[in-house]
DNA sequence: CAGTGGATGCTCT
DNA sequence: GAGCATCCACTGT
């Protein structure tokens, strides 16, 4: 899942046509004690039981939207957040939906990144190699940074973020 | 700059 | 009833 979750910083992640390369990313696994699916199945966390290649969207306290892309065999339970992007298609679209100028602000953070692709719950389950998706290959190899992963509680140190280093558009810099 | 607190809805204890 | 894989506006240096 690791190596999965390295390989898709720099590809190109497409929603309706808006959106950009990604520049970093989070690994969550089944015996990972901040992953949702650390205590098995329920309803909200079924797509990221299933296979590969999936979304599980969620909604986070209460307002926003966060995009996981699944990666684990069918049944595990492993996905990778999708934490921020550098903007590359539909700017204008993106703008409008963030009410924000700046390219940094489009999507720079899981919330603020599906709000500017337009992913919402309706997203959750659908395949990633289907319309609106669209993954495209990295083209080159960014350099890539391990370090720990934000905004949670438990499993603190676990370097499972995966970012492109010196990139502008992370949602927090890489510590150095 | 840094730090704090509110919004808001759903899941799990 | 607590606790979030967050973001933004506001405060005080």
Same mark, same amino acid.
């Given at each position: 899942?690791?190596?999965?979750?390295?390989?898709?910083?720099?590809?190109?992640?497409l929603?309706?046509?808006?959106?950009?390369?990604?520049?970093?990313?989070?690994?969550?696994?089944?015996?990972?004690?901040a992953?949702?699916?650390?205590?098995g199945r329920?309803?909200?966390?079924?797509a990221?039981? %299933?296979p590969?290649g999936y979304?599980?969207?969620?909604r986070?306290?209460g307002?926003?939207?966060c995009?996981?892309l699944?990666?684990?065999?069918?049944g595990e %339970?492993?996905?990778?957040?999708?934490?921020a992007?550098?903007?590359?298609?539909?700017l204008e679209?993106?703008?409008?939906?963030?009410g924000?100028?700046?390219v940094?602000?489009?999507?720079?953070?899981?919330g603020?990144?599906?709000?500017?692709?337009?992913v919402?719950?309706?997203h959750?389950?659908?395949?990633?190699?289907e319309?609106p998706?669209?993954?495209l290959r990295?083209e080159?190899?960014?350099?890539?940074v391990?370090?720990?992963?934000?905004?949670?509680?438990?499993a603190?140190?676990?370097?499972w973020?995966?970012?492109?280093?010196?990139?502008d558009?992370?949602?927090?810099?890489?510590?150095?």
């Amino acid at each position: 899942m690791h190596e999965v979750a390295r390989d898709l910083v720099g590809a190109t992640l497409l929603v309706d046509g808006a959106g950009g390369v990604l520049v970093e990313v989070e690994a969550y696994a089944p015996d990972d004690p901040a992953s949702h699916s650390y205590r098995g199945r329920t309803a909200r966390n079924a797509a990221m039981f %299933g296979p590969a290649g999936y979304a599980y969207v969620y909604r986070s306290y209460g307002i926003h939207h966060c995009l996981n892309l699944v990666c684990g065999p069918d049944g595990e %339970g492993a996905a990778v957040l999708v934490r921020a992007l550098e903007p590359t298609h539909g700017l204008e679209t993106m703008r409008e939906r963030r009410g924000v100028e700046e390219v940094k602000l489009l999507c720079s953070g899981p919330g603020r990144l599906c709000e500017a692709l337009g992913v919402t719950l309706v997203h959750d389950g659908l395949a990633l190699d289907e319309p609106p998706f669209k993954l495209l290959r990295r083209e080159a190899e960014p350099e890539v940074v391990a370090t720990t992963r934000v905004g949670i509680t438990r499993a603190v140190d676990l370097p499972w973020r995966y970012a492109v280093r010196g990139s502008d558009y992370l949602s927090r810099p890489v510590p150095s």
